[in-house]
């Protein structure tokens, strides 16, 4: 089956993803998702490694490869190299997470690629950077963690460092090259060039740091862990009622003099010892057992009603099942359903973004390894007798 696109937003845009695991792959679904014609070339099966996320038909799998299509070069061969430049040609944008001596031993870094298809837009991922003392490390997503600073002021104080329970480095730093490929992709629109991207996992860590770099780089403050309570603003955090907990976030002085009424509790407002906001950062621990006393006298649902009537944000602390039961989930459309014409019917989330013209979906589910081989070297112009010449080869 052709270019089946998920939008039509990128839809005249062609992709090649030579990425593998998980921040590389982020970041062509992303380019995916909005129509992008992406082709993931994997090496033959009998060749693979561990490349795949709990196996190609395992949920993070299907999950992260879904709008693409796949196909199999053999690029240990030359002339697998040489029908992956050929691919190339045709293309607007590549996506590689190779190690950083690769892509030139390969021949197929950007200089190279650049002077046949000097439009190419060029996305490298790595774990550290393209080059300085770090760039021939391995790097993985809690590596990074670690090295960007998130570990240090993850979990509760005084018990260790805690990783955050999502690959935050691996799917930002995704995300940021996607971003990256449409801004040179929208220069490339005035200037007629490509150009070569490149982010990283401790890059994308160390940014998403955002106010916590300030508390440093201005300040000089070196922030620690918060545990459940917002480090700079109080009350913000996990809060127990009477059946379970709960968050709730109050900022400004407004908000906290609304929020003692609500709770039942004026005369906080008017405490010497809370009445501005490094007050109540200095006593926030009094504070803090003080609201959760009053909390339990009331189950969850009677305080999330109150206090969003009295415009203090809270909400639910939900498990996975509970997400995908609110209402507002619901409403919002977040779950697509595609068929898989191996595993069936398939529920996924889409896009958290919705476009009034040219909206995303999931057009197709993630491909088998090498699913669309034949139909893009047809594509590319090679012959039934080229092919299995090829694949006597074992080029693909």
Not at 174 to 191: D, K, M, P
Request: charged share 20%.
């Amino acid at each position: 089956m052709p270019h089946l696109p998920a939008s039509a937003a990128l839809q005249r845009f062609r992709v090649v993803d030579l990425t593998q695991v998980r921040a590389g792959p982020t970041a062509c679904r992303q380019l995916a998702d909005w129509g992008a014609d992406v082709i993931q070339v994997q090496m033959p099966e009998h060749m693979r490694g561990d490349d795949t996320l709990g196996g190609q038909d395992g949920s993070d799998y299907q999950y992260t490869h879904r709008n693409k299509r796949s196909m199999t070069l053999n690029l240990k061969e030359q002339e697998g190299i040489d029908v992956l430049k050929r691919l190339i040609a045709t293309a607007d944008v590549l996506v590689e997470n190779f190690r950083a001596d690769v892509k030139y031993r390969l021949g197929i870094d950007y200089d190279s690629l650049a002077k046949d298809n000097p439009g190419l837009v060029y996305a490298s991922i790595s774990g550290f950077g393209q080059t300085g003392p770090y760039s021939k490390r391995p790097g993985f997503d809690q590596i990074a963690q670690g090295m960007g600073g998130l570990m240090s002021v993850t979990g509760l104080p005084g018990q260790g460092p805690v990783r955050v329970g999502l690959p935050i480095a691996d799917l930002c730093s995704g995300i940021f090259a996607a971003q990256g490929i449409l801004v040179a992709l929208l220069e490339r629109g005035a200037s007629g060039k490509g150009q070569w991207l490149h982010t990283s996992l401790l890059e994308a860590t160390v940014y998403m740091m955002d106010f916590q770099t300030a508390r440093w780089l201005t300040d000089g403050e070196i922030p620690g862990q918060a545990g459940n309570y917002h480090p700079t603003s109080i009350p913000t955090g996990v809060y127990q009622a009477r059946d379970g907990f709960m968050n709730i976030a109050v900022f400004g002085s407004k908000i906290w003099e609304r929020f003692c009424q609500i709770l039942g509790a004026p005369e906080l407002a008017h405490d010497d010892r809370y009445k501005d906001k490094m007050g109540r950062s200095k006593n926030r621990d009094v504070l803090n057992a003080e609201i959760n006393r009053r909390l339990a006298m009331h189950d969850r649902a009677h305080w999330i009603e109150c206090f969003n009537e009295g415009g203090v944000a809270c909400g639910l602390i939900n498990n996975m099942q509970e997400v995908f039961e609110e209402p507002q989930v619901k409403h919002l459309n977040m779950v697509k359903t595609v068929v898989s014409p191996r595993l069936g019917e398939q529920r996924l989330v889409g896009q958290p973004v919705q476009l009034s013209r040219t909206p995303s979906t999931i057009a197709r589910s993630a491909p088998r390894r090498g699913e669309h081989t034949v139909e893009i070297l047809e594509e590319l112009g090679f012959d039934a007798a080229d092919m299995a010449r090829m694949k006597a080869a074992s080029v693909f």
